[in-house]
């Protein structure tokens, strides 16, 4: 154990995807005024991209803590991005908390102490149960949630509704297991909404550093994050003359039959030309494989956030995605390249019986508020049969 690992630093940030990673290495650049959070700034190499890693000019400020899923690509991802983080002069601990009956409770024993001693909390996923979980543990008088994309949306939303935390796309499932389950969660995720009101009642500070299109409610602050620090690190892109399609794991979580999917893939490759497919990070194999073979497409498994991917390049022209966050994200973070972002409709016929009608009514509003996105058809879904 280091000695920075037995001082509580100040800021402690938790997150649990590629992304949410991302997005606090691009909170704690804007807090920092454009140079890194408790370091000094790194200086660029001969030839472009970054140079060798930042000088601490006092010990971090920031700790951020990796709890990584099980999936192999996530992990592949967060390890990545931990080293940038580490590149930056941040601390990055990973701290496993899956994969067994006392996995949870081991970490949560691990982090006890940090949790309750940090002045400020930086969260990537306020849906997430685990992290719910650590909050009950929270002393800090500030709170920061960061992009987990769109579901960002739905997070200040339903805090300005006062209703309990539930992803968009799990609203209304799960039957009665589901529901006992939530039941006996219930006290949780409770005190994690009282955890994210501010005010003089409980002498907290909210702020959400988002790309996303939302609107503070009460004393909650916004802040916008326009990938700063991704467009100082990295690019500009050199540009292909073809079309990338971006997938989604919009089939993954049940919401988009798999049959209407491949057609709509299918046919947007035709339509726009598209050579490249980025894959989402929890989109199966056999999946990819079938869209492969039926489409031609290459597949490209990135193996960091899209935003980064595209800002190093090279890149089409176009890029065109289903309602997801990168249609908020890629216009920031591509400013100023001439790559064109755009967002194609899910189509109603695409979507799965058991999809519930919050999915539906989020995939228009994800699209409907893509402000910096040409906005394309729904390709039509084909009769059944």
């Known amino acids: 154990m280091t000695p920075s690992d037995t001082t509580p630093p100040p800021t402690l940030a938790f997150v649990e995807s ?36 930042a000088v601490a000019a006092e010990p971090s400020a920031l700790r951020i803590v990796v709890l990584p899923p099980t999936d192999p690509m996530s992990r592949g991802q967060l390890r990545r991005m931990a080293g940038l ?17 006392l996995a949870p409770l081991k970490a949560l024993a691990a982090l006890a102490r940090d949790v309750r001693s940090a002045r400020r909390v930086v969260i990537g996923d306020p849906f997430s149960r685990y992290v719910q979980l650590l909050l009950t543990l929270v002393r800090a008088e500030e709170l920061v949630v960061v992009d987990d994309g769109t579901a960002t949306m739905e997070f200040v ?23 006992l389950r939530e039941l006996a969660y219930a006290p949780v995720s409770a005190t994690a909404r009282r955890r994210f ?10 702020e959400v550093f988002t790309s996303m299109p939302v609107t503070a409610h009460g004393t909650m602050t916004v802040r916008l994050n326009d990938f700063a620090w991704t467009r100082a690190r990295f690019g500009p892109p050199r540009l292909t003359k073809g079309t990338d399609l971006v997938g989604t794991s919009l089939v993954e979580t049940g919401v988009v039959d798999p049959d209407r999917y491949l057609d709509a893939v299918r046919a947007l490759a035709l339509e726009h030309g ?11 194999p056999e999946k990819l494989r079938a869209l ?17 991917i595209a800002r190093r390049g090279p ?44 999915a539906r009514g989020f995939l228009a509003g994800v699209t409907d508020t893509a402000r910096d996105a040409h906005r394309l058809p729904a390709q039509a879904a084909p009769a059944a049969g």
């Open 18 to 53: 590629p992304v949410q990673l991302l997005n606090v290495l691009e909170w704690a650049y804007a807090q920092g005024g454009g140079r890194l959070l408790g370091t000094v700034p790194r200086q660029p190499a001969r030839g472009g991209g970054t140079g060798p890693a």
């Open 197 to 206: 009101t501010p005010g003089p009642a409980t002498g907290r500070r909210v």
């Open 85 to 101: 983080a580490r590149d930056e002069g941040h601390e990055v601990r990973w701290q496993e908390a899956r994969g067994g009956r």
């Open 315 to 358: 890149v089409g022209r176009t890029i065109v995605s289903f309602p997801s966050t990168v249609v908020h994200t890629l216009p920031y973070a591509l400013i100023g390249t001439g790559v064109r972002v755009a967002v194609c409709d899910v189509d109603p016929g695409w979507l799965t019986p058991s999809a519930s009608d919050r």
């Open 274 to 284: 598209a050579t490249r497919y980025f894959a989402h990070r929890r989109e199966s």
């Open 157 to 179: 939303a339903q805090t300005a509704r006062g209703e309990r935390l539930v992803r968009w796309h799990r609203a209304g499932g799960g039957g009665l297991p589901g529901r």
């Open 292 to 308: 492969s073979e039926a489409t031609g497409l290459e597949i490209v498994r990135p193996d960091l956030p899209l935003e980064l």
